[in-house]
């Protein structure tokens, strides 16, 4: 069969979309999952971090839809909605729309550029959900907030949280970042093991100054990332809890594909909200051709290439510029 795509990023975590919503395709799960093992292979195809299906709603704009690389299906995707956002916006030609994703509806808005102009949108980041429960992460305790955890390291403090795909959060100095400690405790946490039996998004994350983090995360299903939005988001959230930053002040995330914004809403004490803002590039669009029951050949038939990747790249040089400086990496 014949797939329309759009190759698209947010802060270099890219994906294709695919629109369900205005092709006849009849798409099962295994479908969906053979797909995203297929076409997100770097090695053998055009390679992405994931596939974003969107189709129709019944209760909001559109639907999205997010798996990952390895085929196994995400709740959320920050990034990725932001890109879903862009196109949804696009085709129904409104400049605001919800979104339904897995475990709730979600605001996006197109917004003003937080670097030169660049196409930028905001969106949603909730349910927050503290409960380890929800992640799950299994450790005897309720929730987890700035906390050594011996079954996983000797000295890193950990938060968990759920919003609502799952992430373990560390506070580190630079050091940290040049050591292997990331790789190897995010590749046991997404191995097969009892305290995240469905594995978990792991960052590592530096405190650069009031308003500014870096972020570097180890993603569930896929690996090492540019940047994933539901962590910077979560990420952010934390550096609130241990008043780092302030909510409901800007806070910009510098990750290895460019940089985003957060701001943190806290409602009450138990409950918080967050708006991830940054860009949705366009690279190219496609038509592939590919059979659903032996998805390891793919053909590329047309390809369109965009040109907004050239404004894209200053605020990656930027970004990894102000890296190099800030981390010494
Ligand atoms: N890159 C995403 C998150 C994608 C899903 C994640 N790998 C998971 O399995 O939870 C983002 O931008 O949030």
Redesign the pocket.
Known sequence: MNIKLIKSH?SG?DFFIIDELSNNYHFTDTDRKQLALALCNRNTALGA??ILFVSASDVADAQMR?F?ADG?E?S?????LRCVGRYVCDLLEKDDIIVETKKANLYVKKAEPIFGEIPTYRVEISPVLFELEKLPMNIGKQVLINEQVPELDSDLTFTAVAVP??HLITFVDNDMFKSSKQKTLSEYVNGPNDIFPDGV?VSFVKFLKKGELYVRTF????GF?NA????MSASSLVSCLLAFNDYEEAIDVYNNGGKVRCLVHKQDDKHYGIDLIGNATYLYDATITIELNNPTRVTINEKNEYSEQDQYAQLETFASKYIEKELSI
């Not at 993603?219 to 896929?222: D, I, K, L, M, T």
């Open positions: 947010g975590n971090d994931g997010v990952n196994s995400a959320m995707c920050g990034n990725g795909n799952p998004n993603e569930r299903g896929v990332t994933c939005g539901t962590a």
